[in-house]
């Protein structure tokens, strides 16, 4: 249903006021307002504060509305026109970007909204960045900052670090360097981390190194490495082993990480990690190497904790090798 009114060619008022100088718009399959772009200065009240949504384009700026809605007709996002200070339960902070809860609560900020291409670079991006400082009970730094991702209440949920930024982590399983970010648990307790390196790890099937060499993600609010809110390692990553299962029934399996050719130069191999979670409670282990997966009760099960050596040959080795051809499926 349409929430919104054309006042003239370029303004529109909802319920929570008018803007002005509106020089497109969208709406939802429904009629209600998705979202606007301006040309105008205008300003907007939030829970983050007075806010001066973007009205000129330049070329580092990602295209996106300058306010985007929900359905009920409640701000969801903020391109601000300029990096602004912004209030957070967490303390005054600079954002280029704010989102919302459906209900106005302050959802996600990011300090800067630069869009890395061949007319802007990462390292440009990088030279505006201004390095915040932040106090955690399991972390003190001063990084650059990608984004930051709240709880409804205010409480920090996640926090993604800027492309090459590194943070010292006391984690429950000791500390560990962790890249592209955090996240954690309403509590304030550690969720998950990505390791910067391979990492030891305890788990029910003994130190293990946990890394994943081709984590990708837009933001650090699941990462590879996570812990339950007992502090023990629910779940992890790895390319550094692969595990034997002697079954209940006798059978023996064996589960590895995956050795793939580079899609890119289609030349040099890629290892993709193994995941393997645990569940203290049913004491069972799963276990998922990509091709294959199982979950598996550790009283009735035995489990060896192999080596993994990644392989470092291409295509053009496999004429002479005398490897079993499985590696190459």
């Known amino acids: 249903m349409q929430n919104y009114q054309v006042l003239n060619k370029d303004s529109l008022q909802l319920a929570t006021g008018v803007f002005a100088g509106v020089s497109s718009y969208t709406a939802y399959p429904g009629g209600e307002l998705e979202g606007i772009k ?4 205008n300003m907007l009240l939030t829970h983050a504060g007075e806010l001066t949504p973007a009205f000129t384009e330049t070329h580092r700026r990602k295209p996106k509305h300058s306010v985007g809605f ?6 969801k996002s903020v391109a601000l026109e300029d990096v602004h200070e912004i209030t957070t339960p967490l303390g005054e902070f600079p954002a280029e970007l704010v989102t919302f809860y459906d209900s106005g609560e302050l959802k996600r900020f990011f300090p800067q909204d630069g869009k890395i291409s061949g007319l802007w670079t990462e390292e ?5 960045a201004i390095p915040l400082t932040f106090e955690l009970p399991f972390a003190r730094f001063t990084a650059v900052i990608s984004g930051v991702c709240l709880y409804r209440d205010g409480s920090l949920r996640s926090l993604t670090l800027f492309p090459g930024e590194t943070v010292e982590i006391a984690a429950p399983s000791g500390t560990v360097t962790a890249r592209r970010g955090f996240s954690l648990y309403s509590s304030g307790a550690l969720y998950s981390l ?3 390196a391979p990492s030891e790890v305890p788990t029910p099937l003994g130190v293990l190194l946990a890394y994943d060499s081709n984590s990708v993600g ?4 699941v990462c590879s490495l996570k812990f339950d809110k007992q502090g023990r390692v629910a779940s992890l990553v790895t390319v550094s082993h ?5 079954t209940a029934d006798g059978g023996l399996l064996t589960f590895a990480p995956r050795d793939r050719v580079n899609p890119l130069d289609g030349e040099s ?3 993709y990690g193994m995941t393997l979670s645990f569940d203290y409670d049913g004491d069972t282990v799963t276990i998922d190497d990509g091709d294959a997966s199982g979950t598996f009760a550790r009283a009735d099960c035995g489990f060896t904790v192999l080596k993994h050596n990644a392989s470092a040959c291409g295509p053009a080795d496999c004429a002479n090798c005398s490897v079993d051809s499985d590696c190459r499926k």
Do not use: H
């Open 218 to 221: 837009i933001n650090a609010d």
């Open 269 to 271: 191999m890629v290892t």
């Open 70 to 75: 929900f359905k009920n007709g409640m701000v």
């Open 194 to 196: 990505e390791p910067d």
């Open 242 to 246: 692969k595990i034997a299962v002697q």
């Open 124 to 128: 440009e991006e990088r030279s505006l």
């Open 38 to 41: 301006l040309t105008e200065r």
